[in-house]
C-alpha cells in the first residue's frame, strides 16, 4: 500500500517540498561550492539520481529491519568523529593494517550491507561519482527521516580516506564519560554545549548492550533510578550482549529519551549525566518538553557533525567498493 497512513501522505509532501527547495536553492545560489568542494545539490547534474537511490535503498532496508535505522545514524558518527567524516568506518581490515572496524569500541555497528547495495546500485547508474562518506551521510539523514524524525538537507562532496586504523577509535566518546568530559570532547570538534546535547539525542534510536553499562550496576551509580537499575539488571541476567532500549519507542525518533533522563531512567552514565549536571539540565528539560526544539537543534547539528574534517579535491578518492581503498 502506497499511503496508509496520513503521518506517511505527510512525510512524502514533505519529502517533495523538500526536493523542490533544494532545486530552487541551486538555481538561485548558482551552485555554491565552498572552500572544501561541498555544495547542496552536488550531484544534481553528474548523478541526479544520486539521493533517490540512497533513499530509495535505505527505506527499502529499514522496512524490512527497523532498527537498522539507529544503526545508520550511529555509522554515521563514529566515521565523522574519526578522520572526519571519510567513509574510514566502512574499511575492512588487511593483512597489514587493523581497521576502525575491528576495535572492541567497533561496539556492535551495522548495517554495512544497506552501504553496500546502495553503492552497488550507484556504480551501475554512474560510475565512480558518488563517495561513500556521501552515501554514510545521505543513509543516516534518510533514516532519520524514515524513523519520523527532521528532514535536513546536508552538501554533499565528501572525498573517501585512505586510513582507517583501530588506534584511532580513542576519539570516540566512552559511556562512561561525566558532562565536563562530553562538553571537551564535542568541543574539541566545534559543537556548542547544546549541539551535544541535541546530538545526545540520537539515543532516541537504538539499544545499548549490557557490557556498556554494567558497571553502573556493580559499583551502585546514585544518578541511576532504583526502579530503573532493576530493569537493567533484568536485561544483564540476559549476558553481556543482552539488549536494552534507550527509551520506550527504539524504532521512532522523538524526545522520550530526555523524558527517561527526567526520571533517572537514562541507560549509559553518560546518558544520564545530562540531566545530572546542572550546565545540561535545561536543555534536557527543553527537549523534554518541546520536541520541535530538539528537531530543529538535533537538525543543526547534524548539518555540522556532516561536515566534520571533509575530505575535499585530491585529498582523498571516490571508492569503488566502500569496503577497500582503490
Ligand atoms: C555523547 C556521547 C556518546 C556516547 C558516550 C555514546 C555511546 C554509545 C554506546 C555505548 C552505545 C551502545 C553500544 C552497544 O552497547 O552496542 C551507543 C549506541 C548508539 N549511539 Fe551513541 N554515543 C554518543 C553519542 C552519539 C551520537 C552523537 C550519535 C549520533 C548522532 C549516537 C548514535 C547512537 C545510536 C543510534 C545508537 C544505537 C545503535 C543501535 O541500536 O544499533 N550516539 N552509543
Ligand atoms: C567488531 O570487533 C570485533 C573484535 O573486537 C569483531 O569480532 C567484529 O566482527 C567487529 N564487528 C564488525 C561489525 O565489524
Ligand atoms: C569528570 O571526570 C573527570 C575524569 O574522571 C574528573 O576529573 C572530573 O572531576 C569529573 N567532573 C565532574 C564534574 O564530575
Not at 552536488?42 to 537511490?53: G, Q, R, S, T, V
Not at 566502512?90 to 550491507?113: F, H, I, M, Q, V
Not at 583501530?166 to 566512552?174: A, Q, R
Request: charged residues 20%; proline residues 4%; aromatic residues 8%.
Amino acid at each position: 500500500m502506497l499511503l496508509k497512513s496520513p503521518p506517511s501522505l505527510a512525510k512524502i509532501v514533505m519529502a517533495n517540498l523538500i526536493g523542490v527547495l533544494l532545486i530552487i536553492e541551486v538555481i538561485v545560489s548558482g551552485f555554491p561550492f565552498g572552500a572544501d568542494g561541498l555544495s547542496m545539490g552536488y550531484y544534481i547534474m553528474n548523478c541526479p539520481l544520486a539521493e533517490p537511490i540512497v533513499r530509495h535503498t535505505v527505506t527499502r532496508a529499514l522496512d524490512a529491519d527497523p532498527t537498522l535505522a539507529a544503526a545508520l545514524v550511529r555509522m554515521h558518527f563514529h566515521d565523522c568523529f574519526i578522520e572526519g567524516c571519510d567513509g574510514s568506518v566502512l574499511l575492512d581490515s588487511t593483512n597489514d593494517n587493523t581497521a576502525e572496524k575491528d576495535s572492541p569500541a567497533n561496539l556492535s555497528l551495522r548495517g554495512y550491507e544497506v552501504i553496500d547495495d546502495a553503492k552497488e546500485e550507484l556504480e551501475n547508474q554512474c560510475p565512480g561519482v558518488v563517495s561513500c562518506a556521501d552515501i554514510v551521510a545521505m543513509a543516516a539523514r534518510d533514516a532519520v527521516f524514515w524513523a519520523g524524525g527532521p528532514v535536513y538537507d546536508i552538501p554533499n562532496g565528501r572525498k573517501d580516506g585512505r586510513r582507517s586504523k583501530i588506534e584511532d577509535t580513542i576519539n570516540l566518546p566512552s559511556p562512561s564519560f561525566n558532562t565536563s568530559q562530553l562538553i571537551k570532547m564535542f568541543g574539541q570538534h566545534g559543537f556548542s554545549v547544546k549541539d551535544m546535547v541535541a546530538l545526545s539525542g540520537a539515543h532516541t534510536l537504538g539499544v545499548a548492550r549490557c557490557s556498556s553499562f554494567k558497571n553502573r550496576l556493580n559499583n551502585v551509580d546514585p544518578t541511576l533510578g532504583s526502579e530503573f537499575a532493576k530493569t537493567l539488571s533484568k536485561t544483564c541476567s540476559g549476558g553481556d550482549n543482552a539488549e536494552q532500549p534507550f527509551d520506550a519507542t527504539r524504532n521512532t525518533f522523538d524526545n522520550f529519551y530526555f523524558n527517561a533522563l527526567q526520571r533517572k531512567s537514562g541507560v549509559l552514565f553518560s546518558d544520564q549525566t545530562l540531566y545530572t549536571d546542572a550546565r545540561t539540565r535545561g536543555i534536557v528539560n527543553d527537549y523534554a518538553r518541546n520536541q520541535a526544539m530538539f528537531f530543529f537543534n538535533f537538525q543543526q547539528a547534524m548539518g555540522k557533525m556532516s561536515l566534520l574534517d571533509v575530505k575535499g579535491g585530491a585529498q582523498g578518492e571516490i571508492r569503488s567498493n566502500c569496503r577497500k581503498i582503490n
